[in-house]
């Protein structure tokens, strides 16, 4: 049996697709889709994967079918033929790639718009702002008296209207757009860690939590030099600047935990900047927040505690007689005495024994700590 052929040729063509097709849906390189961006930036991703697959099977056939049908043949001592151009070939393959390139760039433009990356929130009119930067002495006079006087104004708008910090990155989607977004996370990048804060209830944390399925905008902030934040589960990554703010808005949509990456090289510890973000059912997250609230309060009453301690131990007027009044321990009054210590402070470390003790110095600083190392010093 002799198949013909330009069957073959259209059997390994038909093979090939169906690979590269196959391959572009299983390839296994990236990790799980947690947002709809996930979903986009896939979607662009397989794309070109299949594309790929599909030349890089082409060429690889065709160089693997040439080495063995055109090799050289046991006696053959004949040069090759002398071939010089195929101007048909040569528009064709430059074509194809053209066609490639340019349905990926209108693609890619569609996914990037669709993920918010156009919100005139998130990323400026840049020719405005390049015609503000011009400089006003030589650039602006030469324009003004180049053009009428009417389009003078345009020139020096912008320059008003740009005041506000402009914010980078992946802003509100078409579908966001003039909506503000269900939760709001300020997001400050340092040497070497992520630090969390949520306006709203006041709350710091070295972790991220967010509940799912809301419109979530992280505001990025650098304090020290760029960093980059990187949520790989989410196909999102965004620099963050000194100075300047960047913002990056989306909808989680799988409830789990996950890494956050620095993803600029920013220091000798870089690899170790490293946090978790959680995704949280509401019920989940409104219980986390609650606990920070209550951790932070707990938090500042012992800060405050222990500055009122502090400032008795600093305290540097101790009274000889108020020593002799406030220690009737005999013990603790030689110690006193002997080492120049203040009977308070004494009093901190090993409170009186109740049966010597005055009112006064019995407060346990354990029961008010806010006040009994005042009330101590000032008896
Ligand atoms: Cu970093």
Redesign the pocket.
């Known amino acids: 049996m002799n198949i013909p052929s330009q069957i073959l040729t259209l059997l390994a063509g038909i093979a090939l697709t169906l690979i590269s097709l196959w391959y572009g849906q299983n390839h296994g390189l990236m990790p799980v889709q947690a947002s709809d961006d996930a979903v986009a930036v896939d979607g662009l991703f397989n794309a070109m994967m299949t594309v790929s697959m599909g030349i890089f099977l082409l060429v690889q056939g065709v160089l693997i079918f040439s080495i063995f049908k055109f090799r050289r043949r046991a006696g053959d001592e004949t040069d090759g033929p002398p071939i010089e151009g195929n101007v048909l070939l040569e528009i064709v393959w430059t074509a194809i790639p053209v066609v490639i390139v340019l349905v990926i760039s209108v693609y890619s433009f569609d996914v990037y718009k669709s993920m918010g990356g156009f919100d005139p929130e998130a990323s400026d009119d840049p020719g405005l702002v390049q015609v503000a930067m011009m400089p006003d002495s030589e650039s602006n006079a030469a324009f003004n008296t180049a053009s009428d006087t009417a389009s003078a104004p345009l020139i020096n708008a912008p320059r008003h209207h740009h005041h506000h910090s402009v914010a980078l990155g992946i802003g509100a989607s078409p579908e966001t757009a003039n909506k503000p977004a269900d939760v709001t996370v300020n997001v400050l990048?340092m040497?070497?860690a992520w630090i969390f804060s949520y306006p709203e209830s006041g709350i710091t944390s070295g972790e991220l939590h967010i509940p799912v399925d809301k419109d979530v905008k992280l505001t990025l902030k650098a304090q020290d030099?760029i960093?980059?934040f990187w949520l790989p589960e989410f196909r999102l990554k965004q620099d963050t600047i000194p100075g300047q703010d960047s913002e990056l808005r989306f909808v989680p949509r799988r409830v789990g935990d996950y890494p956050i990456v620095?993803a600029?090289l920013?220091?000798a510890y870089?690899g170790g900047?490293v946090s978790r973000l959680y995704v949280q059912t509401q019920e989940d997250y409104d219980q986390w927040v609650q606990s920070q609230v209550a951790l932070k309060d707990s938090q500042e009453s012992a800060k405050t505690s222990t500055v009122a301690s502090l400032d008795a131990i600093a305290d540097p007027t101790p009274n000889m007689g108020d020593r002799a009044t406030t220690s009737p321990d005999p013990i603790r009054q030689q110690i006193s005495q002997k080492f120049g210590i203040d009977d308070s402070l004494l009093n901190q470390v090993q409170p009186a024994t109740p049966t010597t003790a005055t009112p006064t110095t019995a407060t346990p600083a354990t029961a008010t700590p806010t006040t009994a190392p005042l009330s101590a010093m000032h008896s």
């Open positions: 990048g040497q070497y030099v960093h980059a620095c600029e920013c220091g870089h900047m």
